[in-house]
């Protein structure tokens, strides 16, 4: 099994940018579903971003379509989130997520499926 340490939360200003890191380790051979994730204050955790390292095409909550970009460099076992246009109503914990998967198509960002999870990183954007 993989596991996952994320980085790269911290505070910023509407319309800023953050780019958060998910590195993995462990059984990194494996086709994954990865998938970034986030708990706003009072909310319940969520699925916004989700890709397969065998590489179908990621998956957008409409929330964020547009301005996050999940991507992964398979040499550093890293998976991405670049987010642009920060609103103030993306503030929340941030997770990364994986489950081992046999195949390489859609990840649906069903949180129940994902069985190995970051520790977190927030992020905070200020209006």
């Known amino acids: 099994q993989v596991q996952l340490v994320e980085s790269g939360g911290g505070s910023v200003q509407a319309g800023g940018s953050l780019r958060l890191s998910c590195v993995a380790s462990?059984?990194?051979?494996?086709?994954?579903?990865m998938g970034w994730f986030r708990r706003a204050l009072g909310q319940e955790r969520k699925g916004i971003a989700t890709l397969n390292t065998g590489g179908s095409t990621p998956y957008y909550a409409d929330s964020v379509k547009g301005r996050f970009t999940i991507s992964q460099d398979k040499a550093e076992n890293t998976l991405y989130l670049q987010m642009n246009s920060l609103k103030p109503d993306d503030t929340a914990m941030y997770y990364c997520?994986?489950?081992?998967?046999?195949?390489?198509?859609?990840?649906?960002?069903?949180?129940?499926?994902?069985?190995?999870w970051g520790q977190g990183t927030q992020v905070t954007v200020s209006s």
């Open positions: 997520a994986a489950f081992r998967t046999g195949w390489d198509g859609y990840c649906p960002p069903n949180r129940d499926n994902f069985d190995r």
């Open positions: 462990g059984d990194t051979y494996s086709n994954y579903c």
